[in-house]
């Protein structure tokens, strides 16, 4: 079982910067698909990013392209989410997860996931 733990949420004032950690349990190369998901309350968890271990693709959810860039740091098993021009709309619990990767918005396709940190971004 692999075990996810984010870090490195907070509040910010719109426009401002972020960048969250998801420290895994193991090797991040044999997961395949290594993902970050928000969600706002009253709202379903959506896909914000992913990244493909072996081939080293990423992708992105339309509103945060440009803005949010994922990466890893194999050495030390950890996945960032890089988060700059932040808007009040981005302030949710966001969650990083793994998966075989056969569909990277789907909640449902992720194995194992994080407890999560909240991010908060006032106008």
């Known amino acids: 079982e692999v075990q996810l733990v984010e870090s490195g949420g907070g509040s910010v004032q719109a426009g401002g910067s972020l960048r969250l950690s998801c420290a895994a349990s193991e090797n991040i190369a044999s997961t395949i698909c290594m993902g970050w998901f928000r969600q706002a309350p009253g709202k379903e968890r959506e896909a914000v990013a992913a990244l493909y271990t072996r081939s080293g693709a990423t992708y992105y959810a339309t509103s945060v392209k440009g803005r949010f860039t994922i990466s890893r740091d194999n050495a030390k098993n950890t996945v960032y989410l890089e988060m700059s021009s932040l808007k009040p709309e981005d302030t949710a619990m966001y969650y990083c997860?793994?998966?075989?990767?056969?569909?990277?918005?789907?909640?449902?396709?992720?194995?194992?996931w994080g407890q999560g940190t909240q991010v908060t971004v006032s106008s």
């Open positions: 997860a793994t998966g075989p990767g056969n569909s990277w918005t789907s909640p449902g396709r992720y194995n194992y």
